[in-house]
C-alpha cells in the first residue's frame, strides 16, 4: 500500500550558470501507508529539494511524483495546487504559526479554507490537541507557548484536513533533546493513529533511529541505511 512513490527524480539548479548544481540525480523512494522513514543527510545534500518536490512545491526535472497512486508529475500548477492542499501535509524547523491566533485557531483555519463546518473544525482540532497532550493549551496564542508546544500545534495543523502524507523538514532542528523527544512521540502517535506515511528529515540520529527506517541522501540519490 504505497503512498508516495518518487522514481528517478532529478533537479538541476541554476542551469546553464556557472553556479549550476545537480542536486537530485535519480531519486527512488517509496513509502508504505503507517511508515515513519528518516531522511538524513549533511546540509546542502538536497533533502530540502527532495521534501519540495515530494510535497508538491516544486517540480522535478525528471521522474514522476505518485501520490496514493496518481501520478503528479504532469499537472499542471492548479491541479497540483489542489493535489498538494488534499494530500499533503508540511512541518518546518520553525513552526509558522499564526502568531495573533490561539492553537485552535491554528488548526481551524486551514479546515475552515478546506471547506469543513466551523464545529466539525473546532471538535477535531481539539481531538488532535488532545492526542498530542496539549489540549489545555488550546486558546493560549503559540507566544505563550514552549518550543516543544508550538511545534506539537504544528503538527496538528499539518494534519488537520487529513492528508496521505506528512513531510517535516528538520521538526525537531530548535528544540532540545528531551522536548525533541517529546515531540517525536506525539508526532508517531499521530501518524500510527491515521496510517499516512512521514518522511522526517533530520540530523538527530538518535530520533532517525527510533523511526520505522532511514535513508539516506548520498549524491542526489537515496539510499538505504543508517
Ligand atoms: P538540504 O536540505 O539537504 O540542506 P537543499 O535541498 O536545501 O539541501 O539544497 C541542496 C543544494 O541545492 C544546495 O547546494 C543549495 O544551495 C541548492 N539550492 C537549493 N534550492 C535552491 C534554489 N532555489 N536555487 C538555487 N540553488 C538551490
Ligand atoms: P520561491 O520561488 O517560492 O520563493 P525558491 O524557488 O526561491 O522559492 O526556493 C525554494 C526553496 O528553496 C525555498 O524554501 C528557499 O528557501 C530555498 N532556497 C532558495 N534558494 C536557495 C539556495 N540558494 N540555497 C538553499 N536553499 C534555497
Do not use: W
Not at 515530494?54 to 521522474?63: C, K, R, V
Not at 513531510?167 to 502517535?189: C, H, M, R, W
Request: aromatic share 4%; hydrophobic share 45%; net charge neutral.
Amino acid at each position: 500500500d504505497v503512498v508516495l512513490r518518487l522514481s528517478g527524480l532529478e533537479k538541476v539548479y541554476n542551469r546553464g550558470l556557472e553556479s549550476e548544481v545537480a542536486v537530485l540525480k535519480g531519486a527512488d523512494l517509496a513509502l508504505a501507508k503507517g511508515e515513519v522513514v528518516a531522511l538524513v543527510a549533511p546540509s546542502g545534500a538536497g533533502k530540502s529539494t527532495l521534501l519540495h518536490m515530494a510535497g508538491l512545491l516544486d517540480t522535478p526535472d525528471a521522474g514522476e511524483v505518485e501520490i496514493g497512486g496518481a501520478v503528479m508529475s504532469g499537472l499542471g500548477d492548479r491541479r497540483r495546487t489542489i493535489a498538494r492542499r488534499r494530500d499533503v501535509g508540511f512541518v518546518y524547523q520553525f513552526h509558522h504559526l499564526l502568531p495573533e491566533f490561539t492553537a485552535l485557531e491554528n488548526i481551524v483555519l486551514p479546515q475552515l479554507a478546506a471547506g469543513v463546518a466551523r464545529r466539525a473544525a473546532e471538535a477535531r482540532a481539539m481531538e488532535l490537541l488532545d492526542e498530542v497532550g496539549i489540549a489545555p493549551r488550546a486558546a493560549h496564542r503559540p507566544s505563550a507557548m514552549s518550543g516543544g508546544e508550538q511545534q506539537r500545534v504544528a503538527f496538528c495543523r499539518a494534519l488537520a484536513n487529513a492528508p496521505r502524507l506528512l513531510l517535516a523538514d528538520e521538526p525537531t532542528g530548535n528544540l532540545d533533546p528531551a522536548t525533541s523527544d517529546q515531540v517525536f512521540k506525539a508526532l508517531t502517535g499521530l501518524v500510527r493513529g491515521t496510517g499516512l506515511a512521514a518522511l522526517i528529515a533530520t540530523h538527530n540520529l538518535d530520533l532517525a533511529a527510533r523511526m520505522d527506517r532511514t535513508v539516506r541522501l548520498e549524491d542526489g540519490r537515496v539510499v538505504a541505511g543508517a
